[in-house]
C-alpha cells in the first residue's frame, strides 16, 4: 500500500492527467521511491489503483530502463556504452568497475552496496564517456577516476 503523502500525490497527479492510463509513468516511479523497485505485486497494485490491465502496467514498467523490476543495491551505477562513450572508453571503465567491486554486469554485490548495469544512452555525448549513480551524472571519466568516485561513496 502507498503511505498518505504517496496517496496525496497520486491525488494531485489525477488533476494533470485526465486519463487513468497517463498516470502509469509516475505512480510508477512514486511506487519505486516508496519500494525500491517495482515487483509483480507493486504492478498488479497499480494496475488494481489505476483500474488499467496489468498488461499495460507491465508494458511500461518493463519497457523503460529508469523502472528496476529487481531490487538493487544503494547505488545504481548505470554505464553508458553507446557509440560517444564506447568511443571514449566506456567499456574499460566497465572492466574497471567489474574488477573493484567483484562483480559482472547485471549483478549486486553481496553486500548490497552496488547494482551495475549497462545503459544504451543517458544523453551526455559531448561529455562522453559517462555514468549514472542513482540520479547524479558522472561525465568525462577515466578509468583513473572511477576509482576515486567509487570510493566516495558510503
Not at 511500461?60 to 530502463?65: G, K, Q
Not at 568511443?87 to 549483478?107: A, G, P, T, V
Request: charged share 25%.
Amino acid at each position: 500500500m502507498f503511505t498518505e503523502e504517496n496517496f496525496k500525490k497520486i491525488e494531485e497527479l489525477k488533476k494533470k492527467y485526465p486519463k487513468t492510463n497517463s498516470l502509469m509513468l509516475p505512480v510508477l516511479w512514486i511506487a519505486q521511491e516508496q519500494f525500491g523497485w517495482i515487483s509483480n505485486e507493486t504492478m498488479k497494485y497499480i494496475s488494481e489503483l489505476l483500474n488499467v490491465h496489468i498488461g499495460e502496467v507491465y508494458a511500461v514498467a518493463t519497457f523503460y530502463t529508469m523502472y528496476n523490476l529487481k531490487p538493487r543495491g544503494k547505488y545504481h551505477l548505470q554505464v553508458c556504452t553507446n557509440v560517444s562513450c564506447m568511443l571514449r572508453d566506456s567499456e574499460n571503465i566497465l572492466k574497471k568497475i567489474c574488477h573493484l567491486k567483484n562483480i559482472k554486469l547485471n549483478e549486486t554485490t553481496e553486500d548490497k552496496k552496488f547494482t551495475l548495469t549497462e545503459v544504451e544512452c543517458l544523453g551526455s555525448c559531448g561529455s562522453a564517456p559517462m555514468m549514472q549513480i542513482n540520479n547524479d551524472y558522472y561525465e568525462n571519466l577515466t578509468v583513473e577516476k572511477i576509482e576515486t568516485i567509487l570510493n566516495e561513496l558510503k
